[in-house]
DNA sequence: TCTGGGGTCCTAGGACCC
DNA sequence: TCTGGGGTCCTAGGACCC
């Protein structure tokens, strides 16, 4: 498995341990009882927000953004009555429900509130996978429960959802049970809210079979639209499809696993601690912006609190990312990946403005994003353990051969190796740490600077003359 | 009354190395 | 000398999910 590789396995400098190639899967072994749940807390915010506001109890509400720009987070049932929906925007909905008590979010409140339902499932299994704060997997063969008839796990269902309506101030959860995730999720969602469907053991195919497509997760409007071309809507027409067929409409990946989901055969695990791949922050503005400068320090603020996000996570990470959204909802990307982690926010900051300086910004900006991915879980504490007065000759640098030069980037932290070779720099905690390598020493000195100690500006312009120089010369 | 914010995964092309 | 094929890394974009 990949996602048992680690975050310090797949970091740079730390080549994973040689992984036992899997075998291409022709037979997918599904258990044998519908030992999987799925629990989906029945329209999260908008239950806890009359939950705590008991005035709002029975009545229409809709949760999300409420600036100019918002879209609806979630509706509680009574907004949906009035054709209110998840990820609609505001406006529509308050033309269509004005009655409705329209609140901005309290993620404080609903990541509490989740907390305390994921702990009931937990007392229950070991095995837990969240979705996200109102959706999990529960797997109850990890509990040690085995050979579970369909009678078994309602009971068990129905324990759960009750405990969690004591745990959460009275929320209520639907529960689908299968012998895969798909079974158990799609199973959920067939008799909300405060449901319980459980599929039995070997009935799963036709259980699909009269379906839409899109109730496979993964199935969106563009592939729903791809198999509509050539005749599919149903579960059923899927299962007819070949595997070559599907990979021709929607790609080897997305083609290969929707011809075995079509059939049910879904071997997935529930994988509890799935590792965090990325953190981002973006923000759509209720005006376009234009101006250069504002967007510069938006992005500082951005980088800001990406950092403080990774710091508390202790994650540092490598490649930095800069969004746009044009007015007409175009969205670009640009990133860079430095040669090693980080978790400063003046790094992050320095970076996301290069790339923010490189985005096209002429038209207005609805939308700006900073983020950063390939994260570790370290922070090359060997770097900032090492000697740190190592006295520095810069005299030396002119001398350095040009190809160690290799991924310099002006204006970008101190010096930049790609993939190890060259100069090597680690930041984080304010400071910057760099080895120095000349022609006759490799793997020479390392020594740390503060970020803003006039010496590594210093270097920074020594090397960034010396790069330019070689650059115009070659 | 157009279209949030936080993510994940996949694809495809180019650079680079062997 | 010419051709070339993998593999990995990086970048950009897109589909999808809650």
Not at 213 to 220: L, Q, R
Not at 361 to 377: E, K, N, P, Q, Y
């Amino acid at each position: 498995m990949v996602a048992a590789a680690g975050n310090r396995a797949a970091s740079a400098g730390n080549p994973p341990a040689a992984e036992v190639s899997e075998a291409p899967v022709r037979l997918v072994v599904v258990r044998a009882d519908p030992s999987i749940l799925h629990v989906d807390l029945d329209a999260f915010f908008a239950a806890v927000e009359q939950r705590d506001k008991p005035s709002l109890r029975g009545k229409p509400v809709v949760v999300g953004g409420i600036g100019l720009r918002g879209v609806v987070s979630t509706a509680s049932y009574e907004a949906r009555r009035y054709g209110v929906r998840s990820a609609m925007s505001t406006a529509e909905a308050r033309s269509r429900c004005p009655h409705a008590a329209y609140l901005g979010t309290r993620f404080e409140v609903y990541r509490e509130t989740s907390q305390a339902v994921m702990a009931q499932m937990r007392a229950l299994s070991p095995l837990v996978e969240p979705l996200s704060l109102d959706e999990a997997f529960v797997d109850l063969a990890a509990a040690g429960l085995h050979d579970l008839t369909v009678e078994d796990v309602h009971a068990i269902g129905m324990d759960l959802k009750e405990a969690i309506r004591e745990a959460s101030g009275g929320l209520t959860a639907s529960v689908g049970a299968g012998t895969s995730k798909l079974i158990a999720k799609i199973a959920s969602d067939l008799d909300k809210p405060d449901g319980i469907v459980v599929v039995p053991a070997g009935t799963e195919a036709e259980f699909l079979a009269p379906m839409q497509v899109t109730v496979i997760p993964g199935v969106g409007p563009a592939t729903a639209q791809r198999l509509g071309l050539i005749g599919v809507r149903t579960v059923a027409e899927l299962q007819q499809l070949s595997e070559e067929e599907l990979v021709r409409q929607v790609g080897v990946a997305h083609g290969s696993s929707l011809h075995r989901l079509a059939v049910a055969a879904d071997a997935r695990a529930v994988v509890s601690d799935r590792e965090t791949k990325s953190i981002s922050v973006e923000d759509t503005f209720e005006t376009d912006l234009i101006d250069r400068s504002l967007l510069a320090a938006i992005s500082d603020r951005m980088a800001h609190r990406v950092a403080e996000r990774l710091q508390k996570a202790q994650l540092s990470g490598r490649t930095v990312t800069v969004k746009t959204r044009m007015h007409d909802f175009t969205t670009h990307t640009r990133s860079s990946t430095l040669a090693g982690p980080t978790d400063d926010s003046r790094v992050i900051a320095r970076v996301a403005r290069r790339l923010l300086e490189d985005s096209d910004v002429s038209g207005g900006i609805r939308l700006l994003g900073v983020g950063v991915s390939s994260l570790a879980d370290w922070i090359q504490d060997d770097l900032f353990t090492e000697s740190e007065d190592v006295p520095i000759d810069l005299a030396v640098l002119p001398e350095r051969p040009r190809e160690r030069l290799t991924g310099y980037y002006p204006g970008q932290d101190v010096v930049h190796a790609q993939h190890g070779a060259g100069w090597v720099w680690g930041s984080g905690r304010g400071r910057v740490t760099v080895r120095f390598e000349t022609a006759t020493t490799p793997a020479g000195p390392v020594r740390t600077f503060a970020v803003d100690d006039p010496e590594l500006t210093r270097l920074e312009r020594v090397v960034a003359e010396e790069d330019s120089s070689s650059t115009g010369t070659a």
